[in-house]
């Protein structure tokens, strides 16, 4: 019995999803018009900030292609319009496929099991969205009060500053390769060729600057067709 | 940057980014519970209270504690404004991190700056637009598109994390090689030789202890040169 799934691609329900994720458009173009505005007062060119967001959107392309393929594995079970919201939404695939595991769970269902009717699609959308919903309120809470820390902690020292934000990439980064090395050698290879690459060509656009913002991507590639081939 | 500036950059841009960070996260809350109580009005699908309730304490026993530890972990890279588009979007280490920190390295601004902390706002925001576009297109036509992609690039797409991330790595272990070297042994020990400890402790473990042997070294420098 799949006809939960009827439900699931209601198009009322993609109707239902569409605030949510319009509100995360909403919020990216008020920032980058406050970002703009605030531009002036700072040694940022409108040109700079024009580039900086062309570079966050090509640079996005890569990771979000990959969630492409996860995402018709939950369609195939949650349906089209849930799917859409929770990966337009706070939270990431394994994270959803989680709480829809866990409210199929507390049902008494497995996930995907042809005993996940809609009363057990429906605990699955409950636990995605409370889920999702802790860190929603954290952060619109305490977001502004984490400034504070930072600042009490470096004491307005710029090159201290610096300093911590490139300590805070390479410890996170270095449990993210880490973790993701463990999973395998081939990823490791991945890894390893990408983060050789992007040295290579940090020394080559030291020359041709042009090339910079394509650094992160060919080196994704490289990685990633080494890491097939092998 | 004189404190005439800094003050207006506080006006113009950190206080509003808290009302709108502020209003847009918390409004959200009531718009994604759209679909689980149209499920319900509709259909009449919900399960008894007492399941969502049950259902709650699980899937917060295991996420419980990253609603705080990530924003926090992440933050010192974020920013506060970087924080509030990337906790209403999702996707964060894979996406949003990146995508700030290769901004800034393009536009050559430093971390912890105001010219940092624009740079990635924007960088954040040209990354969400992006992402939408994919998703809605992946929601859309995704069943029509899967067969024009060959195996072997589905079979690819399993290393673009471990290749955005030791690039990203790379990027600054170039810079501080130092750092590079404790961050990796850190995580070495924790996620190799310990081993069973959870993610939400073990990621804010190798941000932080990186983070004070960085304040550590800074100012034992600082403390050699003056002498």
Same mark, same amino acid.
């Given at each position: ?27 990216a ?11 002036? =007062? #700072?040694? +940022? ?6 580039? &900086? ?5 090509? $640079?996005? @392309? *890569? ?18 319009? =849930? #799917?859409? +919201? ?6 990431? &695939? ?5 709480? $829809?595991? @866990? *409210? ?47 600042d ?74 080494v890491?097939?081939?092998? | ?28 809350i ?12 509709k ?90 576009i ?8 995704g ?19 471990p ?47 990186t ?17």
């Open positions: 019995m799949k006809d939960y799934l009827e439900i699931a691609n209601d198009p009322i329900l993609w109707v239902m999803a569409i605030p949510a994720v319009v509100m995360v458009g909403i919020q173009y008020l920032f980058s018009r406050r970002a703009f505005e605030a531009s002036k =007062v #700072t040694t +940022l060119s409108k040109e700079q900030c024009r580039k &900086a967001f062309k570079v966050g959107a090509v $640079s996005a @392309i *890569g990771p979000s292609l990959s969630v492409f393929v996860v995402m018709l594995g939950m369609m195939a079970v949650i349906g089209g319009p =849930v #799917t859409w +919201l929770r990966l337009s939404f706070i939270g990431a &695939a394994p994270t959803e496929l989680t709480a $829809s595991t @866990i *409210g199929a769970k507390a049902m008494g269902v497995e996930f995907g099991s042809p005993e996940y009717d809609v009363t057990a699609f429906a605990s699955s959308v409950w636990t995605m969205t409370l889920n999702g919903c802790g860190w929603l309120i954290f952060c619109g809470l305490f977001t502004h009060k984490l400034d504070r820390l930072q009490r902690v470096a004491g307005g020292d710029a090159v201290l500053m610096e300093q911590i934000c490139g300590a805070a990439i390479l410890g996170t980064a270095s449990y993210l390769v880490m973790s993701n090395s463990q999973a395998g050698f081939d990823r490791f290879v991945a890894a390893l060729v990408a983060a050789i690459v992007m040295v290579l060509l940090g020394k080559v656009s030291e020359k041709a600057p042009k090339l910079k913002e394509y650094n992160l991507g060919i080196s994704m590639i490289a990685g990633m067709i890491a097939v081939l092998i | 940057m004189d404190d005439q500036n800094l003050n207006s950059y506080e006006e113009i841009f950190t206080k509003k980014i808290i009302k709108t960070g502020r209003w847009t996260l918390l409004g959200a009531p718009l994604c519970l759209l679909p689980a109580l149209y499920l319900w009005f259909y009449g699908a919900i399960p008894p209270v007492k399941t969502i309730l049950t259902a709650w304490f699980m899937i917060a026993s295991i996420y419980g504690v990253e609603y705080f530890a990530t924003p926090i972990s992440y933050f010192p890279i974020l920013g506060m404004s970087g924080t509030y588009m990337s906790f209403l979007s999702g996707n964060i280490a894979n996406v949003r991190v990146p995508c700030a920190v290769v901004a800034q390295d393009v536009i050559g601004v430093k971390g912890g700056t105001n010219e940092g902390e624009l740079v990635a706002t924007l960088g954040i925001a040209g990354s969400i637009i992006t992402n939408l994919v998703v809605t297109i992946a929601a859309l036509a069943n029509v598109l899967i067969p024009y992609f060959p195996p072997v690039v589905m079979k690819a797409f399993d290393y673009v994390l290749a955005i991330f030791g690039a990203l790595f790379s990027l600054f272990a170039v810079k501080y090689p130092k750092y590079g070297i404790f961050g990796m042994a850190i995580s070495a020990f924790l996620v190799i030789v310990i081993g069973v400890l959870p993610t939400w402790l073990v990621v804010p473990l190798c941000s932080f202890t983070i004070g042997y960085a304040i550590y070294s800074y100012r034992h420098r600082k403390l050699q040169d003056e002498h």
